[in-house]
C-alpha cells in the first residue's frame, strides 16, 4: 500500500517559472490538502479538497492553484514562482473531514526559488 | 479561532531519561488534540491522539499524553529516551469548520544524547 506519494521530491525553479506538484492517494480517502512547512512556522494550509470537484482556500493561498478532477489525485500549481514559495511541500489525506480523523502525509517535495 | 503553542523549538535529553514536550492549546469548541512525529526527509505520521474517550492518551513507541482540560495542555512525555526518538515533534488541534481544519504547532526538534 503506497500511501500519500508526492513527486517530485526536489525542484530547483527560476523566479517566474511555473510547476506543478503531484499528490496522489491510493486510500479511496474524500479529504486531501496541502501544506507548506517553514521553519520555525510549523504546517501552514495553503489549500484543501474535501471531495472531487471541490476546493477551498487554506491559511496561505496566494500564488497556488488547485484542481480535484478525481478522487486520488491533487495537483498543486504554481504560476509564476517567488523565492518566497522556497520551502517543503506536504499533502495529506484524510478519510473523512470529522475533526478526530488522522491526516496521513507524503514525503515531502523540497522546493527551491533562485 | 484555534492555535496550539509549543514551548521550546529544541529539547536536548539524555539516553535513558524523561522526555517531556510541552503544548498549551486554545480553543472556543472542545478540541481534538494530536502529536505527530516527523523523522528526518520524511512526512508527519500520528504518534498519538485525544479524542475525549480518555485523557490519558497511549500511542506508538512508549509515549503517552495527558489532556488536562483546566490547564489547556496536551503535553507528551516517555520515560526514558532511545536514540531512535531524535526527531521532530508536531502538536496539532482539530476542529470541524465545514471541513477538517487543522492547526499546527511550530514544532519542537528533540535530541537524543548518547
Known amino acids: 500500500n503506497a500511501g500519500v506519494t508526492q513527486t517530485p521530491k526536489f525542484q530547483v525553479l527560476k523566479t517566474g517559472q511555473s510547476m506543478t506538484l503531484q499528490c496522489a492517494q491510493d486510500?479511496?480517502?474524500?479529504?486531501m490538502s496541502w501544506y507548506r512547512q517553514d521553519p520555525g512556522m510549523g504546517l501552514r494550509l495553503i489549500h484543501y479538497?474535501?471531495?472531487?470537484?471541490?476546493?477551498d482556500q487554506g491559511e496561505v493561498p496566494n500564488g497556488y492553484n488547485v484542481s480535484r478532477s478525481t478522487t486520488e489525485d491533487f495537483p498543486l500549481r504554481l504560476l509564476s514562482a517567488a523565492p518566497s514559495q522556497t520551502s517543503v511541500y506536504f499533502c495529506?489525506?484524510?478519510?473523512?473531514?470529522?475533526?478526530?480523523?488522522?491526516?496521513?502525509f507524503g514525503e515531502g517535495s523540497r522546493l527551491t526559488v533562485l | 479561532a484555534q492555535s496550539v503553542t509549543q514551548l521550546g523549538s529544541h529539547v536536548s535529553v539524555s539516553e535513558g531519561a524523561l522526555v517531556l514536550l510541552r503544548c498549551n492549546y486554545s480553543?472556543?469548541?472542545?478540541?481534538?488534540l494530536f502529536w505527530y512525529v516527523q523523522y528526518p526527509n520524511q512526512g508527519l505520521q500520528l504518534l498519538l491522539k485525544y479524542t475525549s474517550a480518555a485523557t490519558l492518551v497511549k500511542g506508538i513507541n512508549g509515549f503517552e499524553a495527558e489532556f488536562k482540560k483546566s490547564e489547556t495542555s496536551f503535553h507528551l512525555t516517555k520515560p526514558s529516551a532511545h536514540m531512535s526518538d531524535a526527531a521532530e515533534y508536531f502538536c496539532a488541534v482539530s476542529v470541524v469548520r465545514g471541513y477538517q481544519k487543522v492547526t499546527f504547532g511550530t514544532g519542537t526538534k528533540l535530541q537524543v544524547i548518547p
Open positions: 479538497s474535501v471531495g472531487a470537484g471541490i476546493t
Open positions: 480553543s472556543s469548541v472542545p478540541p481534538y
Open positions: 495529506a489525506s484524510s478519510s473523512s473531514g470529522s475533526a478526530s480523523g488522522e491526516l496521513f
Open positions: 486510500m479511496n480517502h474524500e479529504y
